[in-house]
C-alpha cells in the first residue's frame, strides 16, 4: 500500500469550511484513496473514497487531483463535533487490500 | 445492533501471562484485522484474515497470533505479554464489495 503524508495538526472555526490536504505520491492505478476519522478514544469511522473523480457524501467531499497524486477531504460546515483526527489511507481495493494508517492530521475546530 | 463486538473493554496484565482480546461481528463480513494504535499515534496492523481459514501478518505481528476458525470470530492471542504491548487494540471487518472498514469500540490493555 501507497504511504500517505498528512499535516500533523490544524485549526478551522465553527461554521466555516474545513480543508485537510493528503499527498500520496506513489498511490499506483488499483489504489483508492480512503478517509476515515478517529473521535477520542473511539474506533475509527470510514467518511469517504475515490478513485479518480471527485466524491461527495452527506458527511464530506473529497477532491483528488488530476495525477492522483494529492486529495483533500472538505467538511463544508465544520462543528465541534468534527473535532477528530482524521486519516488518509490508500488501498487496493481488493479482498487483499490491507490498510496502513499513518498518524493523521488533528483537525481541531474551534468556536 | 450489527457491528463488531470486543471484549474486553479494558484490562490489566500482568507481564509473562498470556491473554486472548475477542472479536465478534455479525455482518457476515469476510474480512478481518487487528490493529495496536500507541499514545497519541495512529494505528498499526497486527494480523488480518481475508476469509474464513486464512490469515496474514501485518506491519507489527511479533508476540501476536490469530485464528479464524469461522467468519464472525478473530481472536487474538498475546502468548506473553509484555510492557511494550500495552496499547488500544482494535478489530475491524469489512465484506465483500465493501469500501470502508467497521471498527469495533477498542480493547484498552495494560501490561505491567
Known amino acids: 500500500d501507497a504511504k500517505t503524508t498528512q499535516p500533523p495538526s490544524m485549526d478551522c472555526a465553527e461554521g466555516r469550511a474545513a480543508n485537510l490536504p493528503c499527498n500520496h505520491s506513489?498511490?499506483?492505478?488499483?489504489?483508492?484513496v480512503y478517509w476515515y476519522r478517529q473521535i477520542h478514544s473511539q474506533g475509527p469511522q470510514y467518511i469517504i473514497h475515490?478513485?479518480?473523480n471527485n466524491e461527495t457524501n452527506e458527511m464530506a467531499s473529497l477532491i483528488i487531483t488530476e495525477d492522483r497524486k494529492s486529495s483533500t477531504l472538505i467538511l463544508p460546515h465544520a462543528t465541534l463535533r468534527d473535532t477528530a483526527v482524521y486519516y488518509c489511507i490508500v488501498r487496493a481495493n481488493t479482498n487483499a487490500g490491507k490498510s496502513t494508517f499513518g498518524d493523521g492530521t488533528t483537525l481541531t475546530v474551534k468556536p | 445492533i450489527a457491528g463488531i463486538t470486543q471484549a474486553p473493554t479494558s484490562q490489566i496484565l500482568a507481564a509473562g501471562r498470556r491473554m486472548t482480546l475477542r472479536c465478534t461481528q455479525d455482518?457476515?463480513?469476510?474480512?478481518m484485522y487487528w490493529y495496536r494504535q500507541d499514545l497519541g499515534l495512529g494505528l498499526r496492523l497486527i494480523h488480518y484474515s481475508n476469509t474464513a481459514g486464512t490469515t496474514g501478518k501485518g506491519e507489527v505481528p511479533d508476540g501476536y497470533s490469530v485464528s479464524r476458525a469461522n467468519t464472525d470470530d478473530f481472536p487474538l492471542t498475546l502468548a506473553s505479554a509484555v510492557p511494550s504491548q500495552t496499547s488500544v487494540y482494535f478489530c475491524a471487518s469489512r465484506g465483500q464489495g465493501e469500501y470502508g472498514y467497521t471498527f469495533g469500540s477498542g480493547t484498552r490493555l495494560t501490561v505491567v
Open positions: 475515490g478513485l479518480k
Open positions: 455482518m457476515r463480513h469476510n474480512a
Open positions: 506513489t498511490i499506483s492505478g488499483n489504489e483508492y
